[in-house]
């Protein structure tokens, strides 16, 4: 049994700071890409970041100045900094992780990343 689970989400204020956690239990083995997503009612899932066996990342461009994604591979976290929140930030919050190779160009903020174990969200609520 695999499983994803975030935490550190809640409410925050305008202009605050909050940060996600997702950590893995159990034998997830080789993970080559992991990513945040955020989802509000009515609306498509959206990529937030995504972070390579590398170490490198890449963040949706409207994101990049306040929102960091980075993991601790001991301890089989990963983790979601986000800084100066917005109201439009409020959403669920979710992370996932890849299985199989993925190379570190396939690791993207595209749609085609084969991430198969996703946590079950955690909620994010800035006003």
């Known amino acids: 049994h695999v499983q994803l689970v975030e935490s550190g989400g809640g409410s925050v204020q305008i202009g605050g700071s909050l940060r996600l956690s997702c950590t893995g239990f159990?034998?997830?083995?080789?993970?080559?890409?992991m990513g945040w997503f955020r989802q509000v009612p009515g609306k498509e899932r959206e990529s937030v970041a995504v972070?390579?066996?590398?170490?490198?990342?890449s963040h949706r461009s409207s994101l990049v100045a306040r929102f960091t994604i980075s993991k601790d591979n001991p301890r089989n976290t990963l983790y979601l900094q986000i800084g100066t929140a917005k109201p439009e930030d409020t959403a669920m919050y979710y992370c996932?992780?890849?299985?199989?190779?993925?190379?570190?160009?396939?690791?993207?903020?595209?749609?085609?990343?084969?991430?198969?174990?996703w946590g079950r969200g955690t909620q994010v609520t800035v006003s």
């Open positions: 972070i390579r066996s590398d170490e490198s990342t």
């Open positions: 159990g034998n997830i083995g080789r993970v080559d890409c």
């Open positions: 996932a992780a890849s299985q199989g190779r993925v190379t570190l160009r396939d690791c993207n903020l595209g749609s085609s990343v084969p991430f198969s174990k």
